[in-house]
């Protein structure tokens, strides 16, 4: 079936210092990639997307983009910001799943220190 | 415009005991989804609606009954609660049915003595 792996927590940094978490996936088919992220004590949001491959999700600094060679989904911020902190979660949404819903990674979490 | 909301955001129950949950959308989704957060192991899904009127079984649905009341509203019950069924139950819902975006709300910790 349809996994997601990602890097385990939790990820320290230093304010300003460069991120990448890693999410790689298995999936039948070619199905649409995510990163939510969940600030503590409230529900996922969605951070960026990206539905085929060669595509590159950005928001709010974040990107990731899509390599189906490598079946990889890699998080990266250039330049993090305590308010940042938070858990990041890789998803996959598969079409051999009829959409029902989404596959999450287990989550890894983000310390940015002052 | 409210999104997702969910009661209630804590709970304790005793092993035996039943509850409902209750999720609403404010969106005029069509599909709506329940998951369950457990620590190292991300969300996992227990139920789903994609349409109005429609329930179809997740990947850990043992032990949990739904009802899609309308097209708003997607209850979640727990008949005889049990210590593993203490978790982080969050509630989404997307439209067209599980494609892309899932919303989601903030969440009922429960937890099962």
């Known amino acids: 079936g349809d996994s997601v792996t990602q890097m385990e927590g939790p990820v320290t940094l230093s304010e300003e210092a460069f991120l990448t978490i890693n999410c790689t996936y298995t999936?039948?088919?070619?199905?649409?990639l995510f990163w939510y992220v969940q600030y503590p004590g409230e529900g996922l949001q969605l951070l960026l997307k990206a539905t085929k491959a060669d595509d590159k999700g950005s928001n709010k600094g974040f990107e990731a983009t899509y390599r189906k060679e490598t079946t990889s989904f890699h998080l990266e911020k250039g330049s993090v910001q305590v308010s940042d902190s938070a858990v990041y979660f890789c998803a996959l949404s598969s079409p051999d799943m009829g959409r029902r819903a989404l596959t999450f990674g287990s989550g890894t979490r983000l310390q940015v220190q002052p | 415009n409210a999104g997702v909301t969910q009661t209630p955001k804590f709970q304790v129950l005793k092993t035996g005991q039943s509850m409902t949950l209750q999720c609403a959308q404010d969106m005029n989704h069509n599909s709506m989804y329940w998951y369950r957060q457990d620590p190292g192991m991300g969300l996992r899904l227990i139920y789903y609606s994609a349409s109005e009127g429609t329930t179809d079984k997740g990947e850990v649905p043992n032990g949990y009954n739904v009802s899609r009341l309308n097209k708003r509203e997607f209850s979640l019950r727990l008949e005889s609660a049990a210590p593993s069924q203490t978790s982080v139950y969050f509630c989404?819902?997307?439209?067209?049915?599980?494609?892309?975006?899932?919303?989601f709300g903030p969440g009922t910790r429960l937890t099962v003595t």
């Open positions: 999936a039948t088919g070619y199905p649409s």
């Open positions: 989404a819902s997307s439209d067209p049915p599980g494609t892309y975006e899932q919303y």
